[in-house]
């Protein structure tokens, strides 16, 4: 079964911090996504990646970074972070021909 | 450009009653269509997929989806219904390139004794 992991379940940030999320798949997959998830508005796409070092933008990627150094892991940043970066985060990697397969998420609070 | 359209927020059944989760979506191009389901305080599971093929899609935990594309639909069905079914489902679609999915804002199902 693949196995995406997101490092943390839940996290407390302040405002103006800088904050990374990391995400690990074991399936030596190309393609890589960070979502977030807000109640009523579904999944956005932030970011994806489709090799390593390469990335492009999603739907909304305004205030966030990612990093992509090896294929296994692909890490979402927030420059500076505001309460409005207040939501669920979901990492999904995805193999050839195959669906995206998610990690459980991270729970990210700004204060 | 693909976007996909669950119109019921929120649908409540009774346990062992059928349901039908709707998920209506609007493409130029040929698309792939999914179904997962997010448990709570979880991420999403596959349930089911269609890439091509017989237009009835069985998945897992006893769920089933019909691609009709006259009606640009792929409703989630299932013949009845189990507490542990209570999960919020998420239809996407994407085209063949298989490097963008567009989710629908879900559906949560409330299973009640």
């Known amino acids: 079964d693949v196995k995406v992991t997101q490092s943390s379940r839940y996290l407390v940030k302040r405002t103006g911090e800088k904050v990374f999320l990391e995400c690990v798949q074991d399936?030596?997959?190309?393609?890589m996504f960070w979502y977030r998830q807000d109640p009523g508005l579904g999944l956005r796409l932030i970011y994806f990646s489709y090799d390593v070092k390469m990335k492009e933008k999603g739907d909304i990627p305004e205030g966030y970074s990612v990093s992509r150094e090896k294929k296994e892991r692909f890490s979402l940043i927030l420059e500076s972070a505001s309460t409005n970066q207040t939501s669920m985060y979901l990492c999904a990697s995805e193999g050839v021909n195959q669906p995206q397969h998610f990690g459980d998420g991270t729970r990210l609070s700004i204060l | 450009a693909q976007s996909v359209t669950q119109l019921d927020s929120q649908v409540p059944v009774f346990e062992e009653a059928p349901v039908e989760l709707r998920c209506n979506y609007s493409s130029s191009v040929s698309v792939y269509l999914f179904w997962y389901v997010q448990y709570p305080n979880q991420g999403l599971q596959l349930l089911l997929k269609?890439?091509?093929?017989?237009?009835l899609v069985k998945g897992i935990n006893g769920f089933e989806a019909e691609f009709n594309k006259s009606q640009t639909s792929f409703h989630l069905r299932k013949p009845s219904v189990h507490i542990s079914d209570t999960a919020e489902y998420f239809c996407a679609v994407t085209p063949g390139s298989f490097n963008k999915f567009y989710f629908g804002s879900g559906t949560k199902l409330n299973v009640k004794p």
């Open positions: 269609y890439l091509s093929g017989s237009t």
């Open positions: 399936m030596d997959h190309e393609n």
